[in-house]
């Protein structure tokens, strides 16, 4: 195997989370952070040993895709990496927590939540983007999400969604009411502070901060 086709080594990939923590050190108290260092420090090390020679070579990350149209809707989105099989994506997110807090998150609609559960959801906007994205030539055939903390049993999880046609004409529905509302200014319940988030992205109509409403609104995955 050539140098350049290798992983870095443990130490480089602990170090960048801890450079990644240092940079962020005020959003923590000295416990907080003490304790997210320790946590991680062992969690990734256990991680990275774990899925090291499984690990798609072939890879983008952290991929910002912009200027995308659907149906009239304009649409952004950061990914956290895409694995590529040819032209063939499989979208990773990555995600923390506990895994069976989340599995209802990962469902598809049903009578219980007619509009699917937020990573579901989250997962099909994605091949809607990508799919979408003029620039190139690529075509999700799923999405994975990734969950970087071992379940109780102390095994690390993967979740993969395979999208049907179905589910794009779904979602691509709930992003058109969505844009509508917007529109409409029906979602709007504005401050007037100047550096309120939620106020500017309705004055600037940005649909992608929008989509917080439609995938997962705690999570930072759509900007």
Partial sequence: MQEREKFPELKEFMDDFEWYLHRHRENFTKEEFNRRMEQGQIVLTEYYQYYLNSWNKVVAVERT?????????PLKG?????????????????????????????????????????YWRQAVFYKILVDHYDQ????????????????????????????????????????????????????????GKSDCHWCNFVKENDMAVALHELTDPDDETVE
Avoid at 79 to 104: C, H, M, P, Q, S
Avoid at 156 to 179: C, G, L, M, R, Y
């Fill in 65 to 73: 895709i912009r200027n995308v149209v659907v149906e009239g809707v």
């Fill in 136 to 191: 190139k030539n690529w075509k999700v055939v799923s999405t994975e999400f990734d969950f970087v903390e071992p379940d109780k049993k102390k095994q690390f999880k993967k979740e993969k969604i395979v999208i049907s046609p179905a589910d794009i004409t779904t979602v691509t529905q709930q992003i058109k009411t969505v844009w509508k509302k917007i529109q409409d200014r029906e979602l709007y319940t504005g401050c």
């Fill in 78 to 118: 950061k990914l956290d990496k895409l694995e590529f099989d040819g032209t063939n994506v499989n979208v990773v997110d990555y995600k923390t927590g506990d895994i069976e807090k989340a599995r209802k998150k990962l469902l598809p609609p049903d009578d219980k939540e007619p509009n699917g559960g937020d």
